[in-house]
């Protein structure tokens, strides 16, 4: 798409990625056969078919890198051809990673070698306000100009260290926080309908996934932004445990609520790569993870908690079907359903909302005298929390403690709680509403709806493809579990998703060429 502030990174503009192999019919189609076969392959026999680069995840990849069908810099050139001719590349898609070549490069000689990391090769991108050293990182944003980081934040430090590769930023809302009409670099359209939203703020990460133009993407979530473009987009994010992830090197939207996280197409991937970009080395967690690479699981005995009230009032009829159907399928692997309190959420989202305001106000107060510059979205928050008072924000922060002790009650009697994703299919640009049978309602009033509790709790929540709803479109729900239960909420997801086909639901443009093979 066009920049309309002409000031779109020329490193995609003016040196676009440049393809090492003749590009197919549909960018980055080049094919492998992956020996072991992806789960419920339905041509003919598994082990022999054929998987689109575009089309492989985190655990696609790794057996193909294993028994030596392709490698990781093919993979790479693969996915620059996709991204340099996708419209939704050219969207989500903010610069190359320097050295992402040469980093793939080691990678095919450790796999050759036998020498490979965890993560080896596997490419990933990373959104707009993570550090990745020597590469542009803007918060999208006219203010940051042209600012190189000097290192890397903990989190791809962490990612390096296993083998995987930054490959590409990935575009978001300003500053994490403002609305779909980026300044800077225009809007990142839903690969579904591109008269939708991706959702925000982790929308490239998001857009990028959904479009097959990566495996695996780093996101960020302060009210609710790796869990929204997820939904919207059908494809899976984890908001961790608080600082189950380190924030280091990562630019601040709530001190008290950032959270970063990994973003993928399903909740295997995320299992597979989610113990190597956490702060501390956890056994436990990888070992639980480890058990769910391969996309099973058993999850028989669970007490899945059910909650009404807020979390359902607000929803489509066709959000509300499917995440019922979800709750049958679970049931169906053998969980017991369980109906959870009625907790009254509205005090606990107004407390979120008062402390991510005041902690934005913090940060940027200071730039108002060029208020032209701004995101109108993000100007019109900063303006919010500005006139917040200081008692209304110790307030807000009382309230998190006690929006902590009464989840927590709410949780009791059960392992995990199952909510409804967001209210409605993608919304639509041109309004910035969201259709809830019939009713055109704002962006505001629906986006943060059901996500920001978990952000002011810290608790992990998982979001996930539920089915598609009456205009074909992603609808998502949301597994929820106690503080350092992530390991938990990805086994739920692994086995709903080994159970239903939600996850590879493909974008109407995606979908056509692949039944036209």
């Given at each position: 798409m066009l920049d309309p502030a002409g000031l779109r990174d020329p490193t995609l503009a003016d040196a676009p990625f440049r393809p090492r192999a003749?590009?197919?019919?549909?960018?980055?189609?080049?094919?492998?056969?992956?020996?072991?076969?992806?789960?419920?392959?339905l041509d003919g026999d598994p082990s022999r078919d054929p998987v689109s680069v575009r089309h492989a995840g985190v655990g696609d990849l790794l057996r193909a890198f294993a028994e030596g069908t392709t490698t990781p810099s093919d993979v790479m050139a693969a996915l620059r051809i996709a991204i340099d001719k996708?419209?939704?590349?050219?969207?989500?898609?903010?610069?190359?990673?320097?050295?992402?070549?040469?980093?793939?490069?080691?990678?095919?000689?450790?796999?050759?070698?036998?020498k490979a990391r965890p993560l080896e090769g596997i490419p990933f991108g990373i959104k707009d306000i993570i550090d990745v050293a020597g590469t542009m990182v803007t918060?999208?944003?006219?203010?940051?100009?042209?600012?190189?980081?000097?290192?890397?934040?903990?989190?791809?430090?962490?990612?390096?260290?296993?083998?995987?590769?930054?490959?590409?930023?990935?575009?978001?809302?300003?500053?994490?926080?403002?609305?779909?009409?980026?300044?800077?670099?225009?809007?990142?359209?839903?690969p579904w309908d591109a008269t939708r939203w991706?959702?925000?703020?982790?929308?490239?990460?998001?857009?990028?996934?959904?479009?097959?133009?990566?495996?695996?993407?780093?996101?960020?979530?302060?009210?609710?932004?790796?869990?929204?473009?997820?939904?919207?987009?059908?494809?899976?994010?984890?908001?961790?445990?608080?600082?189950?992830?380190?924030?280091?090197?990562?630019?601040?939207?709530?001190?008290?609520?950032?959270?970063?996280?990994?973003m993928a197409r399903n909740a295997a991937d995320i299992a597979a790569s989610f113990p190597f970009m956490t702060a501390l080395c956890d056994v436990g967690l990888a070992a639980d993870c480890a058990a769910l690479r391969d996309g099973r699981a058993d999850i028989a005995g669970l007490r899945i908690g059910v909650p009404g009230g807020w979390f359902t009032d607000q929803l489509s009829s066709d959000v509300l079907t499917n995440w019922r159907a979800a709750l049958a399928v679970f049931e169906a692997l053998g969980c017991a359903l369980v109906p959870v309190p009625q907790i009254d959420v509205a005090p606990l989202h107004a407390a979120g909302w008062t402390i991510l305001l005041s902690e934005l106000a913090t940060y940027h107060e200071v730039r108002i005298d060029r208020a032209a510059l701004f995101d109108?979205?993000?100007?019109?928050?900063?303006?919010?929390?500005?006139?917040?008072?200081?008692?209304?924000?110790?307030?807000?922060?009382?309230?998190?403690?006690?929006?902590?002790?009464?989840?927590?009650?709410a949780m009791a009697g059960v392992d995990l709680m199952i909510t409804p994703?967001?209210?409605?299919?993608?919304?639509?640009?041109d309004s910035m509403t969201v259709d809830v049978d019939g009713r055109a309602v704002p962006f505001q009033d629906i986006i943060s709806r059901n996500t920001m509790l978990f952000d002011l709790t810290g608790f992990p929540a998982l979001m996930l493809p539920s089915g598609l709803g009456s205009s074909g479109l992603p609808?998502?729900?949301?597994?929820?579990?106690?503080?350092?239960?992530?390991?938990?909420?990805?086994?739920?997801?692994?086995?709903?998703?080994?159970?239903?086909?939600?996850?590879t639901a493909l974008p109407p443009r995606l979908a056509a060429h692949k039944a036209g093979q």
């Open positions: 003749a590009a197919s019919s549909l960018p980055g189609e080049a094919h492998f056969i992956l020996p072991n076969g992806p789960e419920g392959s996708d419209a939704c590349g050219r969207d989500a898609i903010l610069a190359g990673v320097p050295g992402a070549d040469e980093a793939a490069a080691e990678s095919t000689r450790r796999w050759q070698a036998g918060s999208g944003s006219l203010f940051t100009g042209d600012r190189i980081a000097q290192s890397d934040a903990a989190a791809v430090v962490s990612l390096r260290a296993a083998g995987a590769i930054p490959f590409v930023m990935t575009a978001t809302t300003e500053f994490a926080a403002g609305s779909p009409f980026n300044p800077r670099y225009g809007v990142v359209a839903n991706t959702g925000g703020s982790s929308t490239g990460s998001g857009a990028a996934l959904a479009a097959r133009l990566l495996p695996l993407a780093l996101g960020t979530d302060t009210g609710g932004s790796i869990r929204v473009p997820s939904c919207w987009c059908g494809t899976t994010g984890l908001k961790p445990s608080r600082e189950r992830v380190s924030r280091a090197g990562v630019a601040s939207l709530s001190w008290t609520l950032d959270h970063v996280g990994p109108a979205g993000l100007l019109h928050r900063l303006r919010q929390g500005i006139d917040i008072r200081a008692s209304d924000y110790g307030r807000a922060l009382q309230v998190r403690l006690q929006a902590q002790e009464t989840v927590l009650a994703g967001l209210g409605g299919e993608a919304g639509r640009l609808t998502g729900i949301q597994i929820v579990g106690r503080p350092m239960d992530d390991a938990l909420c990805l086994r739920a997801g692994v086995a709903f998703q080994a159970a239903t086909g939600h996850h």
